[in-house]
T-cell receptor, first 116, second 111 residues
Framework: KAGVTQTPRYLIKTRGQQVTLSCSPI?????VSWYQQTPGQGLQFLFE???????NKGNFPGRFSGRQFSNSRSEMNVSTLELGDSALYLC???????????????FGAGSRLTVL | GENVEQHPSTLSVQEGDSAVIKCTYS??????FPWYKQELGKGPQLIID?????GEKKDQRIAVTLNKTAKHFSLHITETQPEDSAVYFC??????????FGKGTHLIIQP
């Protein structure tokens, strides 16, 4: 059974550029959530997509956006990059939409973004 | 929204000893409490979870306890082994925005 695939695994950008990250969940997982992981803040929820619709959004500026395709693959985009956007970006899949009480997430290995 | 506090941030134990990581949460509506383990270069992986109608759950060397009145839950690892070295995250879920994670505990197993 293939795991969650995130590409690229590593990338370096400069301030002001934009970046697009990709996530393919495991087969049967229709919900994709994105998290930003930094040493100081831990794992912070960015947004969740289910059936090509954004269902929930965390407390991040509008520079962070995403989308989901009909095959459940998801992309997230960060525009006008800032130094503070340097982080590991993790996506996680789950079978159904996120709901209170039972969200077993299957994570990918992440995309490590460095902004210079 | 939910807020999860996790302690300690770093824990060093001798191989074979026990390790305990503690978390508190703020939202009394939260009813699902998973623990994830993240090894170097990998994404977090679920190791055990507990729901609010249960006080304790055990899986081999790993156990989780939940005190809903005090709003805290703990991870217990007994007979620690080198492969237990990793970062551990607790989380709480009860709202529509999925899981809220603690900031993680770096567990170091000393040989």
């Amino acid at each position: 059974k293939a795991g969650v695939t995130q590409t690229p695994r590593y990338l370096i950008k400069t301030r002001g550029q934009q970046v697009t990250l990709s996530c393919s969940p495991i087969s049967g997982h229709r919900s994709v959530s994105w998290y930003q992981q930094t040493p100081g803040q831990g794992l912070q929820f960015l947004f969740e997509y289910f059936s090509e619709t954004q269902r929930n959004k965390g407390n991040f500026p509008g520079r962070f956006s995403g989308r989901q395709f009909s095959n459940s693959r998801s992309e997230m985009n960060v525009s006008t990059l800032e130094l503070g956007d340097s982080a590991l970006y993790l996506c996680a899949g789950t079978r159904g939409p996120l709901r209170p009480g039972a969200n077993v997430l299957t994570f990918g290995a992440g995309s490590r973004l460095t902004v210079l | 929204g939910e807020n999860v506090e996790q302690h300690p941030s770093t824990l060093s134990v001798q191989e074979g000893d026990s390790a305990v990581i503690k978390c508190t949460y703020s939202d009394s509506a939260s009813n699902y409490f998973p623990w994830y383990k993240q090894e170097l270069g990998k994404g977090p992986q679920l190791i055990i979870d507990i729901r609010s109608n249960v006080g304790e759950k055990k899986d081999q060397r790993i156990a989780v306890t939940l005190n809903k009145t005090a709003k805290h839950f703990s991870l217990h690892i007994t007979e620690t082994q080198p492969e237990d070295s990793a970062v551990y995250f607790c989380a709480a879920s009860g709202g529509a925005d999925g899981l809220t994670f603690g900031k993680g505990t770096h567990l170091i197993i000393q040989p």
